[in-house]
């Protein structure tokens, strides 16, 4: 059956390899500033997830899935970190996370049965030296996603997948060349950072009724980092 999937931001990173998995067969809306590397029939909702209201009345009536990509990458010593920083981290990560939800909850409790895909990291779980910023706003969606989840059941399924670094546009600074890859590939068990791709997989999994008993879960996917030591 075609599903109606909505994306927060989906033009690039994991979210554009989300919809090059799913737009086949389902009817996909991006909700993003950008409208690159979209293919044919995906809907384009010119929207910024810091600053809009996202106005609902173009996408359907029930939505079957949804996923909030945008996030932030602020890794410094916490002696060097602004109060702004840890406030804007809050806001694109939590704050405009919470803000969407409430507007398209409504349409994910038309569908019979729905998923929504938030991100965390694997920062959270795992304390890492100059996380503190991004780890907060992160462990902020992780209890919210919690709570939503046994508030929403049986007919809304809320995940939470914390992936390790991946290799996204978002990660640019950290991976922007050959001996910096090569470090971070270093600190994964698997030896390699994450691609979008398989960040991917697992989201496109969750929207899947094959995920249809899984609620209020943080999922790793982290090359090992975090719980190997090896």
């Given at each position: 059956?075609?599903?109606?999937?909505?994306?927060?931001?989906?033009?690039?990173?994991?979210?554009?390899?989300?919809?090059?998995?799913?737009?086949?067969?389902?009817?996909?809306?991006?909700?993003?500033?950008?409208?690159?590397?979209?293919?044919?029939?995906?809907?384009?909702?010119?929207?910024?997830?810091?600053?809009?209201?996202?106005?609902?009345?173009?996408?359907?009536?029930?939505?079957?899935?949804?996923?909030?990509?945008?996030?932030?990458?602020?890794?410094?010593?916490?002696?060097?970190?602004?109060?702004?920083?840890?406030?804007?981290?809050?806001q694109?990560?939590?704050?405009?996370?919470?803000?969407?939800?409430?507007?398209?909850?409504?349409?994910?409790?038309?569908?019979?049965?729905?998923?929504?895909?938030?991100?965390?990291?694997?920062?959270v779980?795992?304390?890492?030296p100059?996380?503190?910023?991004?780890?907060?706003?992160?462990?902020?969606?992780?209890?919210?996603?919690?709570?939503?989840?046994?508030?929403?059941?049986?007919?809304?399924?809320?995940?939470?997948?914390?992936p390790?670094?991946?290799?996204?546009?978002?990660?640019?600074?950290?991976?922007?060349?050959?001996?910096?890859k090569?470090?971070?590939?270093?600190?994964?068990?698997?030896?390699?950072?994450?691609?979008?791709?398989?960040v991917?997989?697992?989201?496109?999994?969750?929207?899947?009724?094959?995920?249809?008993?899984?609620?209020?879960?943080?999922l790793?996917?982290?090359?090992?980092?975090?719980?190997?030591?090896?």
């Open positions: 059956m075609s599903k109606n999937i909505l994306l927060i931001g989906g033009s690039h990173g994991i979210g554009n390899a989300i919809v090059q998995h799913m737009h086949d067969g389902n009817n996909v809306f991006v909700a993003s500033r950008e409208n690159e590397n979209l293919p044919d029939g995906v809907t384009h909702i010119p929207f910024d997830a810091t600053s809009d209201e996202l106005d609902t009345s173009s996408l359907p009536e029930a939505l079957h899935g949804f996923v909030y990509c945008p996030g932030s990458i602020n890794l410094k010593p916490f002696k060097m970190l602004k109060q702004e920083v840890f406030e804007e981290d809050m694109i990560n939590f704050f405009s996370l919470v803000k969407v939800t409430r507007a398209v909850m409504p349409l994910l409790t038309k569908a019979e049965s729905s998923s929504a895909v938030f991100f965390s990291t694997v920062a779980a795992t304390g890492m100059f996380h503190t910023s991004v780890a907060a706003a992160k462990g902020a969606i992780e209890g919210f996603a919690k709570a939503l989840a046994a508030e929403y059941a049986p007919t809304v399924r809320v995940n939470v997948i914390a390790s670094l991946v290799d996204t546009p978002l990660a640019g600074r950290l991976l922007s060349n050959d001996s910096k090569e470090k971070m590939d270093e600190l994964h068990p698997l030896k390699r950072v994450g691609t979008p791709e398989d991917a997989g697992l989201a496109v999994y969750l929207l899947e009724q094959n995920a249809g008993w899984m609620t209020g879960q943080v790793g996917i982290n090359g090992g980092k975090g719980s190997l030591s090896v």
